[in-house]
């Protein structure tokens, strides 16, 4: 049991303090940073940093990375060494004005500048240490010749960034990010860590030998649990998921009538899909026979992302979930499927300028990796909010036009105006 009654809590709060752990990947993630990362994560995220870097007009343009756009970025199984890539390559677009004005200031202008940006950062972030030796079939040429001019000209370099910091008169390299940036690089660090029970299997698990009860609905996991053992144990019961991201499915749940479906619209992952179908499963769960359903339009995913999503609600064993491959806008009211959907919940594509760690999100809930150089930055483009707004538009008056439809729920990660 996992509190006094004897119920499993469905949300679970996991805080970032010096005195609990955060989770097995940001501990993966941070031991690997130290170390430095495999040459094939330099690699994508120099691919990634090429395709959205600011490209400068001519007359400022001081630092050429060639002419290479839309590059196909290197295939990743590893989706934790992807994550690790996004971020490097995030990191580097929010200090591409520091980081050329060190190599500017250095005179140091190899080849290959995406790569050098990419691993520069990283590099003087842990003051130049050497990375640990990799097994002969990891080895990328292209990235340990430009680890080596990086090591040589280590000194020259450190030099040129502490003369920056001078010039601006700023105490930290953070100083140099514009303040919307910096405030959500700070709000990231400080954001406790939510996660959230799988109802459908909880019952295997014995959760309270890897966790602490503090309140009914919070959890702390204690820093001399073993790490990978506890993953393996709570794979696929306990859920880690941006709060934000739990906000929807536990809304539509609230809102679905005894009998009715649910149908589910615009940009997110399999796990929050899941998130609707075991909420609603669980409510249910007392008339077995006539489960509500869960519809799902994947016309806007890719075949990779379909693919992912069909995989993760296989393994989560939720049976009340239907994946349909038309598009929203061309669903008619006369459909029969549809005929006892009661709750459309659209998430769309949307700026995810109110999250505090977008690559993290965006990769989780498949959102748009092109809005990566607007959010280094700070504002988003207004072309791009403009065309992300008309897209909204038209999914709400196709939404309101199903009659039958009791409830009609949108929310999306941008500010309120």
């Not at 060494?81 to 929010?94: D, G, I, N, V």
């Not at 990235?143 to 370099?157: A, Q």
């Not at 940036?181 to 299997?201: D, G």
């Not at 899909?273 to 008339?287: C, E, P, R, W």
């Amino acid at each position: 049991k996992c509190n006094e009654t004897g119920e499993v809590p469905q949300f679970i709060f996991l805080p970032r303090t010096p005195n609990f752990v955060c989770t097995p990947l940001d501990l993966w993630f941070s031991h690997l940073s130290k170390e430095g990362f495999p040459d094939r994560v330099y690699l994508l995220a120099a691919a990634i940093f090429q395709n959205q870097h600011l490209e400068k007009p001519a007359a400022h343009r001081f630092i050429n990375y060639g002419k290479d756009r839309g590059l196909p970025l290197p295939e990743f199984r590893d989706e934790d060494m992807q994550r690790a890539a996004y971020e490097l390559a995030f990191s580097t677009l929010k200090y591409q004005e520091l980081l050329e004005e060190v190599l500017i200031d250095s005179r140091f202008c190899p080849d290959q500048m995406g790569l050098v940006a990419v691993m520069l950062f990283d590099f003087q972030d842990r003051k130049f240490p050497k990375r640990k030796r990799q097994r002969k079939g990891e080895i990328i040429e292209a990235v340990r010749e430009v680890e080596n001019v990086l090591l040589r000209f280590k000194t020259k370099l450190a030099a040129a960034l502490a003369r920056c910091r001078l010039r601006h008169n700023h105490s930290c390299i953070e100083c140099f990010l514009p303040e919307t940036v910096r405030k959500k690089q700070e709000m990231a660090l400080k954001l406790p860590l939510y996660a959230w029970v799988n109802t459908l299997k909880s019952r295997y698990v014995n959760t309270h030998t890897h966790t602490r009860t503090h309140t009914h609905t919070h959890l702390y996991l204690n820093m001399g649990m073993h790490l990978k053992h506890t993953h393996t144990k709570l794979y696929r019961v306990l859920l880690l998921s941006d709060k934000s991201c739990c906000l929807g499915p536990n809304a539509a749940c609230s809102l679905l009538p005894e009998e009715g479906d649910v149908l589910m619209v615009g940009c997110f992952s399999g796990l929050t899909v899941f998130h609707v179908a075991s909420l609603i499963s669980q409510k249910h769960k007392a008339d077995s026979k006539n489960q509500p359903v869960v519809y799902v339009c994947v016309n806007d995913c890719t075949e990779a992302q379909r693919e992912k999503l069909r995989h993760t609600v296989s393994i989560m064993g939720c049976k009340n979930v239907k994946l349909m491959q038309e598009d929203f806008q061309s669903l008619d009211r006369g459909d029969k499927r549809l005929q006892k959907v009661r709750v459309i919940l659209l998430i769309p594509r949307c700026s995810v300028s109110a999250v505090s760690n977008p690559v993290e999100f965006i990769l989780q809930e498949n959102g748009d990796t092109d809005l990566l150089q607007d959010l280094s930055r700070g504002p988003i483009a207004q072309s791009k909010l403009e065309s992300l707004v008309a897209q909204q538009k038209k999914d709400i008056d196709h939404a309101l036009n199903r009659e039958r439809t009791s409830t009609f729920l949108m929310y999306t990660y941008t500010p309120s105006l």
